[in-house]
């Protein structure tokens, strides 16, 4: 069964700056649940964890809002998790190696994204997807003639 790894932020943020100079700054497993018909979208964050069910017309908006944003995305082999699990806390990167079964040790999101691609991952949902070709409005709002140079000049 395949799951899903979100990666996201690379702007500058807070503390995590001094823990993370480049590279992505979160990330969290998504998967499709077949039985249910609904994507399920699990992201911890520092004081909870969110759970997110989509419907398949709502993952497509949400997943064309990520990437817009930049955000990137890995697919890999789901694997039961390791018999031993210890890790030094549950952020969102040992969070996210759990819950796709990873033996990855990684501390931060870049080394996750290492990590799986040596494993196995490779990039998903590369691209736009097809309903939303030509509806910009979806994230951006109605779409703005450019301004010549002439014009910007003034």
């Known amino acids: 069964m395949s799951a899903y790894v979100m990666f996201l932020g690379r702007q500058r943020s807070y503390w995590t700056d001094w823990f993370n ?14 039985d249910a018909d609904h994507w399920v979208i699990a ?7 969110n759970v997110i069910l989509l419907k398949p017309h709502e993952f497509d908006h949400w997943l064309l809002v990520m ?7 890995l697919q890999v082999e789901r694997k039961s998790s390791p018999h031993f699990f210890f890790r030094l806390g549950l952020w969102c990167v040992p969070f996210t190696a759990h819950a796709v079964g990873s033996r ?3 501390f931060r999101p870049i080394a996750l994204w290492r990590d ?17 070709r030509d509806n910009d409005e979806v994230t ?7 301004r010549s140079r002439s014009q910007a000049s003034t």
Do not use: I, T
């Open 104 to 106: 990855s040790r990684a």
């Open 21 to 34: 100079p480049q590279g992505y700054r979160h990330c969290f497993p998504f998967w499709f649940d077949g």
């Open 140 to 146: 951006k709002g109605p779409a703005r003639k450019p």
């Open 43 to 49: 992201e911890n964050n520092h004081d909870r964890l």
């Open 116 to 132: 799986l691609v040596r494993d196995g991952a490779r990039p998903a949902f590369v691209g736009r997807p097809k309903d939303f």
């Open 67 to 73: 990437q817009r944003a930049g955000c990137s995305c």
